[in-house]
């Protein structure tokens, strides 16, 4: 079963008007965002006297990188999770959360680029347009969502900074603070929690910095404020609550690659031919579904990725 991947053609005219208006104001913020003194002017977002939520993110486009399929439920994407600083269970993230303090929050961008940031979350936030994009997330542990994450590309981020031509991986680091994440206090995992990215796979544009989901912002158990979301890699490697995000000449090292190389490989594409050594990868369970479908190579995103991997040994280099 493929998935219909919305071209810019097909969006609704109405679509287009509603979201103009929009991409007009989200225009004028990045422009005024940027000017002079750059982020550090950047004016805070004003919701609308008739928000309906506090929480609602305004000014939100709809995009062309979304898949037509039925949305997992909000509940099951914010109580079904895997985030191991709070706790290794399904159900302990959405318990244990509420620890978590979203704000004030910064983000430090560095290593190898021209322009090193500290850039408060707000601040990013307001200098980029932000979409809504439904992608398929798997897990590696054989179960699925699709999810309506609101967010921008990588790709901005990193053009904001400018990487070197030493640039040649991205790393990205979670959060280290066991008071605010209980979990962190158990060596479950080797804190902080680390992922990484090559350089034109950070550049992609299905790479996505979320920061809502459901229209709103990142409930913490899903890596509020900012978190990855790869599509067609394993869902571990889409890391929560970023702090820091330094471009490096060499592989970086990955948690799970740490925790077990044979097991979790630096790529971890969506790769139904490839078993994990203890199950198959070649079926999954979409959350709220009764029977298994089966798994897509790249997770169904075969042609805006496969490029990136011509040439390369998958079952090596997994
Ligand atoms: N910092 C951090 N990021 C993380 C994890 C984690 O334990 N810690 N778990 C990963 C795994 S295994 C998955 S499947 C996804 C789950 O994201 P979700 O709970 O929003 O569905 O988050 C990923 N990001
Ligand atoms: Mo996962």
């Not at 002079?36 to 939520?53: C, E, N, R």
């Not at 869902?235 to 929560?240: A, F, T």
């Amino acid at each position: 079963m493929l998935i219909k991947i919305k071209k810019a053609s097909d969006v609704r005219e109405s679509e287009v008007t509603d979201h103009g208006v929009y991409l007009n104001r989200r225009k004028f913020l990045k422009t005024a965002a940027f000017a002079g003194a750059g982020l550090a002017v950047a004016p805070s977002l004003v919701l609308p006297p008739h928000a309906q939520a506090a929480t609602k993110l305004p000014g939100v486009m709809k995009s062309k990188y979304t898949v037509d399929e039925k949305l997992t439920p909000l509940k099951d994407v914010t109580s079904y999770n895997n985030f191991y600083e709070f706790g290794t269970g399904k159900g302990d993230p959405v318990k244990n959360a509420h620890k978590l303090k979203p704000r004030p929050w910064t983000v430090q961008i560095d290593g190898e680029v021209a322009k090193p940031k500290t850039v408060g979350i707000d601040d990013l936030i307001n200098a980029h347009l932000l979409e809504e994009r439904i992608y398929r997330f798997r897990c590696v542990e054989a179960w699925s969502m699709v999810i309506p994450w609101v967010g921008f590309p990588l790709a901005a981020l990193l053009k904001m900074v400018e990487p070197t031509s030493k640039g040649k991986y991205v790393a990205f680091e979670t959060l280290v603070d066991p008071e605010q994440m209980p979990g962190q206090v158990y060596n479950a995992l080797d804190w902080p929690y680390r992922e990484g990215l090559r350089i034109d796979e950070a550049m992609n544009p299905l790479t996505l910095m979320s920061i809502g989901l459901y229209g709103e912002q990142l409930p913490n158990q899903n890596g509020a404020p900012i978190r990855l979301v790869v599509p067609w890699k394993y869902g571990y490697k889409s890391i929560k609550s970023i702090v820091r995000i330094t471009l490096v000449e060499k592989m970086p090292p990955t948690t799970w690659n740490l925790q077990s190389a044979k097991e979790y490989g630096f790529y971890s594409n969506v790769n139904p031919d490839r078993d994990h050594p203890r199950w198959s990868q070649r079926k999954e369970r979409r959350i709220g579904e009764f029977l298994k479908r089966k798994t897509l190579p790249f997770n169904g995103y075969t042609e805006e990725v496969a490029s990136l991997y011509a040439g390369m040994d998958l079952q090596k280099f997994h």
